[in-house]
C-alpha cells in the first residue's frame, strides 16, 4: 500500500497516466477472436489508411472498430490539439468480457449452453 496522503497518492497516480488520446468500447457484442482479426489489419497503420482498410472490411467487426477509430480521432482532434493527418494506431486490443449464456434445447430433453461473449476494444493513437 502507498504512503502518503491521498492527494499525494492521487498524484503520483495521475504522473503515470498515459496522455496518448484513445478511445475504448466496452461490452462490445462481439468475441475477443473475432474482432482481433479486424485490431491485427489496423495495428501500426496511420489513421486515414486505417479508415480505409475498415470501410471496405467485410467483417462485422470492422464497422464497430471503424466507429471507435472515429472516436479517437476526434479525441485527439478535439481533446489533445492533434493534427489528423499526423496519427497513427499506436496500439489496439480487445480484452474479454462477460459472457451471457443461454440455453438451446437439444434432441431427447437435453439442454446445450450457448455462450454469447462481449469484449472490451481499446485503440491508441499517437502523433508521428
Given at each position: 500500500?502507498?504512503?502518503?496522503?491521498?492527494s499525494q497518492?492521487?498524484?503520483?497516480?495521475?504522473?503515470?497516466?498515459?496522455?496518448?488520446?484513445?478511445?475504448?468500447l466496452s461490452?462490445?457484442?462481439?468475441?475477443?477472436?473475432?474482432?482481433?482479426?479486424v485490431?491485427?489489419?489496423?495495428?501500426g497503420?496511420?489513421?486515414?489508411?486505417a479508415?480505409?482498410?475498415?470501410?471496405?472490411?467485410?467483417?462485422y467487426?470492422?464497422s464497430?472498430i471503424?466507429?471507435?477509430?472515429?472516436?479517437?480521432?476526434?479525441?485527439?482532434e478535439?481533446?489533445?490539439g492533434?493534427?489528423?493527418?499526423?496519427?497513427?494506431?499506436?496500439?489496439?486490443?480487445?480484452?474479454?468480457?462477460?459472457?451471457?449464456?443461454?440455453?438451446?434445447?437439444?434432441?431427447?430433453g437435453?439442454?446445450?449452453?450457448?455462450?454469447?461473449r462481449?469484449?472490451?476494444?481499446?485503440?491508441?493513437?499517437?502523433?508521428r
Open positions: 500500500m502507498a504512503k502518503g496522503h491521498r497518492i492521487k498524484r503520483e497516480r495521475n504522473a503515470q497516466k498515459d496522455t496518448r488520446p484513445s478511445a475504448k461490452y462490445a457484442r462481439i468475441s475477443v477472436q473475432k474482432a482481433c482479426f485490431l491485427d489489419a489496423i495495428r497503420k496511420d489513421a486515414k489508411t479508415l480505409a482498410i475498415l470501410t471496405y472490411n467485410p467483417r467487426g470492422s464497430i471503424k466507429k471507435l477509430l472515429e472516436s479517437a480521432i476526434a479525441n485527439a478535439n481533446n489533445n492533434m493534427n489528423a493527418d499526423n496519427l497513427y494506431v499506436a496500439a489496439c486490443f480487445a480484452n474479454k468480457g462477460p459472457t451471457m449464456k443461454r440455453v438451446r434445447p437439444r434432441a431427447q437435453r439442454a446445450y449452453r450457448i455462450e454469447k462481449m469484449s472490451h476494444i481499446t485503440i491508441v493513437l499517437d502523433e
